[in-house]
């Protein structure tokens, strides 16, 4: 079983498609002009190499079955709005991981990462048959972290200094997951309901 090669996920909000090298100059303005972004990244896309190298790296480990990057749309502000991507795919466990999430300034906390994640997590569980998603970040970092929980992860853990911080030094990354059971028996109808409370309200 191999994970596929083309996939393009959309609702009425969102669209990710496979990230290609040619979409730099879409994600570039991000890279240099908006460094708060990549506080607590691990492998930083800063700056025009730094975009360069990101996106490269990440197109080889997908030829190489390792991970599934996309470049998100955001349909409402008709305008490419970030990155997301599966990785650490394990076939054989049928588990994933998902994160290198990350959306300009001007569209967090817009509704955007809850239809994105919807996306993403119903591919997982239901198209592709994955048992077990993790997710991990910064433990510093709060806001990822709440809106992790806020989709319906289960927090499992830490890992003691994981990996260097972006700010010096190493960082704990904390560990969540959400489980196949979970997904089909409640979390996503929580998370759809509160996609739509999100838009009712606009």
Same mark, same amino acid.
Not at 194 to 197: C, D, F, G, Q, V
């Given at each position: 079983m191999e994970f596929p090669r083309d996939i393009v996920l959309e609702d009425e909000r969102a669209m990710l498609r496979p990230l290609q090298p040619d979409d730099l100059p879409l994600l %570039? #303005?991000?890279?240099?002009? &908006? #460094? &708060? %972004?990549? =506080?607590?990244s691990i492998n930083s896309p800063a700056g025009k190499a730094g975009m360069e190298n990101y996106i490269q790296t990440t197109i080889d480990q997908r030829n190489r079955g390792n991970e599934f990057p996309f470049i998100v749309f955001d349909k409402r502000m008709q305008r490419y709005a970030g990155s997301t991507r599966f990785y650490d795919i394990q076939l054989s466990n049928q588990t994933t991981q998902l994160g290198y999430t990350w959306y300009g300034k001007e569209f967090q906390r817009t509704g955007l990462n809850r239809h994105c994640k919807l996306l993403l997590l119903s591919y997982a569980f239901e198209n592709w048959g994955a048992e077990r998603v993790e997710f991990r970040a910064d433990a510093t970092n709060d806001r990822s972290i709440q809106a992790m929980k806020n989709i319906g992860c289960v927090v499992e853990g830490f890992l003691r200094s994981q990996a260097p911080s972006a700010r010096g030094g190493r960082r704990d990354s904390i560990v969540l997951s959400i489980l196949k059971t979970e997904w089909m028996s409640g979390t996503k109808q929580k998370l759809i309901d +509160? =996609? +739509?409370?999100h838009d009712d309200h606009r």
């Open positions: %570039l #303005p991000f890279a240099l002009h &908006e #460094p &708060e %972004l990549w =506080i607590y +509160k =996609i +739509k409370a």
